[in-house]
């Protein structure tokens, strides 16, 4: 019998910034791929697969019923915090460090400098490390990579596309929403 973390469910759920890859094990939401199309979930759940050791099922199930309820609120400019159970298996060490203190420590509507948040997770001058915890997070958009930034105001990179962080910052009112 396989026990809990091994069971993985999926489902390609529609989103404002496209269709978004969601995975959840029994200890809560453990990841969120962007530009979820046919080549992108499969290496996605190859990923699970590799690093779950399980084989992900495609499902509406209850696992995921609340992450996707609270996406859609999200997106449709009706929840500004999330309240999800997460699965941090896909992350660990600083990584997963800094991911916690952006998702409890930055709010919706708020953007943080890449070093700051090296400095509220107590590794200051570890700016680069914190673009590297940043392109691992395995849960975009509920741990919001997106409000970090460069110092100067750049926007930094974004796995999931420059367009895709704008549009989360525009979402969120940080940005001015495009005029087309």
């Not at 997106?146 to 940005?175: M, W, Y």
């Amino acid at each position: 019998m396989e026990s809990d973390e091994r069971v993985v469910e999926w489902s390609v759920v529609p989103s404002g910034i496209g269709p978004l890859l969601l995975a959840a094990t029994r200890r809560g939401l453990v990841t969120v791929a962007f530009h979820a199309r046919p080549a992108v979930r499969d290496a996605a759940l190859g990923q699970l697969r590799t690093r779950l050791g399980a084989e992900p099922v495609e499902t509406d199930s209850a696992l995921l019923a609340e992450p996707v309820r609270q996406l859609a609120a999200y997106f449709a400019g009706e929840l500004r915090e999330f309240s999800l159970r997460l699965d941090w298996s896909l992350s660990s060490g600083f990584n997963r460090e800094v991911l916690r203190e952006l998702a409890s420590g930055v709010p919706y509507g708020t953007v943080v400098g890449y070093g700051d948040l090296a400095a509220l997770a107590g590794r200051p001058g570890a700016a680069q490390a914190v673009g590297a915890a940043m392109g691992s997070n395995p849960l975009p958009v509920v741990v919001p990579c997106h409000r970090v930034v460069e110092s100067d105001g750049g926007l930094g990179g974004f796995g999931g596309g420059l367009e895709t962080k704008r549009q989360l910052l525009a979402l969120e009112g940080i940005l001015p929403q495009p005029l087309f």
